[in-house]
């Protein structure tokens, strides 16, 4: 803080690493000059873009920011860039939720989910957020999600009991047919003692696993595994 600012940019400028923009920008922000700070986070932030993932979130930094100096129409457009590479979040997901009315909100939602690839799993806490168990479905049928399944089990074995069960029905047979060691045929058998929670399931588990019989006949251990079936 002894030193000119221009000094310090001039023996910056030929570093051009992370850590150093980073520093700068603390710098820029303690000699009070915003627009350089502005400036610096917005090209860390084009940094994240490109990666399509945020370790630093740049783009919060820039919304703290435009907040503090009451720009409203930045703030919004930074929101939303960091939703883009922070897809999941919570937070910012209320965020930007408060910036419309009740009747505006719907179109607003289909808006963001719209641009969402399907199987994306990391937007399912958005889609809770906004009771869209139809979307977390055939996101899990898209990826064969059986972890997001268990978290959100209790809603989607109410509403979509068949598709639950095929989802963990393909997991099965994929596992079975990749599997080639007893701790792994016991993964399959957990599947199948899962499938037995959903109506029709025991049948449908008795089936896959006289399948299996036939079709892996000469792995020993996996026949001891599903014996129970």
């Not at 920011?65 to 897809?87: H, T, V």
């Not at 899990?140 to 972890?147: H, N, Q, V």
């Not at 199948?192 to 109506?199: D, E, F, G, V």
Request: glycine letters at 4%; charged letters at 35%.
């Amino acid at each position: 803080m002894q030193k000119p600012i221009e000094e310090i940019r001039e023996a910056a400028k030929d570093a051009n690493t992370y850590s150093v923009k980073e520093t700068m920008a603390e710098i820029e922000k303690r000699y009070g000059n915003l627009d350089r700070v502005i400036a610096i986070y917005r090209e860390l932030a084009e940094e994240e873009d490109k990666r399509k993932w945020a370790s630093d979130n740049w783009h919060k930094k820039l919304m703290e920011i435009y907040r503090d100096i009451g720009d409203e129409q930045n703030y919004r457009a930074e929101l939303l860039s960091a939703m883009a590479i922070n897809i999941g979040d919570i937070n910012l997901w209320n965020e930007y939720k408060c910036g419309f009315t009740a009747e505006q909100w719907p179109k607003a939602c289909e808006n963001i989910f719209s641009t969402i690839r399907t199987g994306n799993f990391r937007v399912f806490p958005w889609y809770a957020e906004e009771k869209r168990y139809d979307l977390i479905m055939a996101g899990i049928e898209a990826g064969r999600y059986t972890d997001a399944l268990k978290t959100y089990e209790k809603k989607l074995k109410a509403l979509f009991p068949e598709r639950c069960l095929n989802v963990l029905s393909h997991q099965a047979d994929e596992l079975a047919e990749q599997s080639s060691s007893r701790k792994e045929y016991r993964i399959v058998a957990k599947i199948l003692q899962w499938m037995q929670k959903y109506p029709d399931g025991k049948q449908k588990a008795a089936e896959l696993a006289a399948g299996y019989r036939v079709k892996y006949m000469h792995r020993p251990a996996m026949m001891d595994e599903i014996a129970e079936f």
